[in-house]
T-cell receptor, first 116, second 111 residues
Framework: GAGVSQSPRYKVAKRGQDVALRCDPISGHVSLFWYQQALGQGPEFLTY????????KSGLPSDRFFAERPEGSVSTLKIQRTQQEDSAVYLCASSLEGGGGRYEQYFGPGTRLTVT | GENVGLHLPTLSVQEGDNSIINCAYS??????FIWYKQESGKGPQFIIDIRSNMDKRQGQRVTVLLNKTVKHLSLQIAATQPGDSAVYFCAENTGGFKTIFGAGTRLFVKA
């Protein structure tokens, strides 16, 4: 069956540009997570959706970061006015159950964002 | 993601030997723990989990041990194979929505 997919896989943006990263979770999965992974580090939590509701956005580093999941399936992470420190791999994960990070998460391959 | 494992602690083992990867967690309120495997260019892959009401849990070729007294988690891989080469992350959850990942350990299996 299809796993979590993310697009694009690679994105190069000039500093100041806006970018939009897409996540297609596993069909029927209630929970959706976004993480940021810097080179050589573990993923860092950004935000969590239960269906269409964004229940935790405490990890978003600034108000330039915005995420949505309007119909409870596909999600988009938008970064406005990108900065060099935004360069990282952005990972999306989904989980069958609600309740946040208390169940197995299935990760996509990530989008590698490079800001020049 | 790509280039996962740069500057991470590295464990090197011979093929067929057992591997033990250790993790110290910081939050005594954490009650759910997970081990993930991440290969270069891929997202993390779930290996095994354990809840705080258990000390040990076994899967296929893997065992997770939890010592809440010293806040220590370990992953044991039996008969390590070249396909086990990857970066391994422990992760914890305190009951909220957020999962906190550790720094990772790179496992290198010598054939």
């Amino acid at each position: 069956g299809a796993g979590v997919s993310q697009s694009p896989r690679y994105k190069v943006a000039k500093r100041g540009q806006d970018v939009a990263l897409r996540c297609d979770p596993i069909s029927g999965h209630v929970s959706l997570f976004w993480y940021q992974q810097a080179l050589g580090q573990g993923p860092e939590f950004l935000t969590y959706f239960q269906n269409e509701a964004q229940l935790d956005k405490s990890g978003l580093p600034s108000d330039r970061f915005f995420a949505e999941r309007p119909e409870g399936s596909v999600s988009t992470l938008k970064i406005q006015r990108t900065q060099q420190e935004d360069s990282a791999v952005y990972l999306c994960a989904s989980s069958l159950e609600g309740g946040g990070g208390r169940y197995e998460q299935y990760f996509g391959p990530g989008t590698r964002l490079t800001v020049t | 993601g790509e280039n996962v494992g740069l500057h991470l602690p590295t464990l090197s083992v011979q093929e067929g030997d057992n591997s033990i990867i250790n993790c110290a967690y910081s939050n005594s309120a954490s009650d759910y723990f997970i081990w993930y495997k991440q290969e270069s260019g891929k997202g993390p892959q779930f290996i095994i989990d354990i809840r705080s009401n258990m000390d040990k849990r076994q899967g296929q070729r893997v065992t997770v041990l939890l010592n809440k007294t010293v806040k220590h988690l370990s992953l044991q891989i039996a008969a390590t194979q070249p396909g086990d080469s990857a970066v391994y992350f422990c992760a914890e959850n305190t009951g909220g929505f957020k999962t906190i990942f550790g720094a990772g350990t790179r496992l290198f299996v010598k054939a």
